[in-house]
């Protein structure tokens, strides 16, 4: 598991991940449930959440999965209800997603709403009901959303994904406002690229058209994420080690969006040569520049 922590560190906890049967939501279920959680996962796709809970199960942790569509608020509703049957949960994932690259202009109702109604309405559903739950109770609970770095950059042809996050990521600031008083708190990640087979083929289906946001050479770290270390900071952010954290996103992703086009960051490819001829140029402007004053 590569993890620095107990594998007792998240015993009696019940968490809910949206989306959970496949790719960084699977993930954040495994390293939830190999340090001791019973994870709920849940989505549309039987098999995929079937194949998911065996896997956890065999390495011995607690785990079942139920279907539910995250854009429909009763369907929200009632998996909600259902996975309280056997205790209340303690935290909820909202991880849910779609998305796929497009000319904005090129986008239907239905494909915009295909995206914005998984990100942003499910986010809001799933948060809802479990945040009314824990209140009615009196009970403590913790949100996660996994958003992406574009809630900070926006990003061209794939606006109503990055329009969703962004929402998601007022969400969490809002409510860690209004329900951390009633000790319930949201956080977010916004992950850079760890490559799943599902969000890769929809966001780099054209070969030879890699652009930054799927190239490892783009990351300043030189990599791409690995799982571990996303289960790492999931597994942190959902135990009581950090009850103090309350409405921060935080990247995981080795400094990704810190290294845009519009920053100098490509200029980590110059060779020790391109540096001498760039200072002797810098030399010869200054010079240039001197002997201007002084005519």
């Known amino acids: 598991m590569n993890s ?3 594998n007792d560190l998240l015993n009696r906890k019940r968490i809910l991940i949206t ?4 790719g960084l939501g699977k993930e954040m279920a495994r390293g939830f449930a ?3 959680a019973h994870v709920y996962v849940c989505g549309r796709r039987e098999q995929v959440l079937g194949e998911t809970v065996d896997e956890i199960r065999s390495a011995g942790g607690k785990a079942d999965y139920l279907l539910s569509n995250v854009r429909d608020a009763a369907s929200m509703e009632e998996t909600v209800a259902r996975a309280w049957e056997a205790g209340p949960l303690t935290g909820l994932v909202n991880n849910a997603a779609a998305n796929f690259i497009a000319p904005t202009e090129s986008l239907s109702p239905r494909g915009y709403q295909a995206i914005t109604s998984t990100v942003m309405d499910g986010s809001f559903f ?3 009901y479990c945040g009314k739950r824990w209140i009615e109770a009196g009970l403590p609970g913790t949100v996660l959303s996994n958003l992406v770095t574009w809630v900070w950059t926006g990003s061209a042809f794939v606006t109503p994904s990055a329009m969703a996050k962004a929402a998601i990521q007022a969400m969490t600031m809002s409510l860690a406002v209004e329900w951390g008083p009633k000790k319930i708190r949201l956080n977010a990640i916004a992950p850079g690229p760890f490559p799943t087979p599902n969000a890769w083929e929809k966001l780099n289906p054209i070969p030879g058209t890699s652009v930054g946001a799927t190239q ?3 990351v300043p770290m030189r990599r791409f994420g690995q799982m571990h270390e996303l289960r790492n900071l999931t597994t942190f952010l959902m135990s009581d080690a950090c009850d103090y954290i309350n409405g921060a996103t935080i990247a995981v992703d080795g400094g990704h969006h ?7 960051a490509d200029l980590a490819s110059l060779s ?5 001829a760039a200072r002797n140029a810098l030399r010869e402007s200054a010079e ?5 004053r002084g005519a």
Not at 19 to 22: A, K, P, S, V
Not at 258 to 264: G, I, V
Not at 272 to 276: L, P
């Open 126 to 128: 799933a948060t809802l």
């Open 34 to 36: 190999l340090h001791g």
């Open 288 to 292: 240039k520049e001197r002997k201007g």
């Open 4 to 6: 620095p922590f107990r």
């Open 272 to 276: 020790e040569a391109d540096w001498a």
């Open 258 to 264: 810190l290294a845009a086009p519009s920053t100098f």
């Open 19 to 22: 989306g959970g049967g496949t």
């Open 216 to 218: 490892s050479d783009q």
